[in-house]
């Protein structure tokens, strides 16, 4: 579950984050700083002096960009009065004085939810909405010119292996479909491919893993492309066409100096759209020069891609996409394309 934290003091940020993360992902948000407010989360999580009317002028403004959130939970130590009564004025839906009672809190909200989903009334998936939300903050991380938060993209590949493993990939897909669309859907989509490719591969935890955050990344590089070209209602033309066949090397160098990332997730993300017989980008490798996690990614990427409904055309079918790999000889390995068919036709 998806916890946006909105505080006055920096040094608040790692506290909350040693506290709630793994369970709960914490999205920070510095009072009166240049971010701006990432949605979906569930909930908000307000630590901030209320007796001063700046801040309470700035929490105004957050809450504003994020009214769809309806949990508000405020801390407010010792439960000062005037900034109880403050908290309320803002909407509070609780009040606690230390923030380890955030925690209780979370967990009966986090149920509530759960216990929401299982009786079908609420909409897309809490994994669903928590991966679409860490896209969120990388596509607008890149979008200002930030770095990008590597727990993002692992918590939001994480959130998507508990989903496949548990509901499989159709599910995943409708409710992808249903609720995303353009970068974001493809994204959300290729991850769920490629993560159900690498379990029905057999591939061991730390493998799909691997496989799993190359496909979260593989396009970080649009967050670059202008979003007239991203989502042009129609064929692009050959300058916007060129523009669009630098996402690969435009990720890479986004990607390329930040600490933690791997030479392969850095190979899939630069090198998804190359063909085993030459003719791909950015770089033209040959067979020999592409790895296995490249051409798994590929094939997912592509699948994923011609499942899309596109302004410019209708979703296809699963099997009709699947034919189109099937003729791509040469191109794909022919071997992980016929390994690949359990996943692509699989009901
Ligand atoms: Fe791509
Ligand atoms: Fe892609």
Known sequence: MLVHFVTDEPAKIPAVRAMLEPRFHVVPQLLGGNDTAIGPSHVLMVDADLRKSVCVEQIRLVFRELNCIVEKLFVVRNHVRS??????????????SRPREVIVKLAQIELAKRASQADGVAGASP???DSAAAFASMFSAVRHG??????????ATSQIVNSIVQNGLTAWLDNVRRYHEGTFQH???????????ALDTGFSGPDVARLG??????????????????????RL?????EMMRRHPVIGYEL??????????ILDGVRHHHEYLDGSGYPD??????????????????IFAALIEARPYRPAMSRQDAYKILCGMDGKLENSLVKAFRNVALRA
Not at 149 to 155: G, H, I, R, T, V
Not at 237 to 241: I, K
């Open 213 to 234: 955050l190359a496909a979260t990344l593989h396009d970080i590089g649009k967050a670059r492309i202008p979003v007239s070209i991203l989502d042009k209602p129609g």
């Open 237 to 241: 033309d050959p300058a916007e066409e």
């Open 187 to 197: 994204c959300l989509l290729v991850t769920g491919v490629a993560v159900s490719f």
């Open 127 to 129: 994994e669903v909405t």
């Open 284 to 301: 033209g490798l040959n067979a020999p020069e592409i790895s296995d996690l490249v051409r798994l990614l590929t094939i997912s990427d």
């Open 83 to 96: 900034m109880v009564a403050q908290a309320h004025a803002l909407g509070a839906t609780a009040v606690v």
């Open 255 to 264: 990607l390329k100096d930040i600490s933690g990332i791997s030479p392969e």
């Open 146 to 155: 930030k770095a990008i938060n590597l727990s993002d993209a692992e918590y």
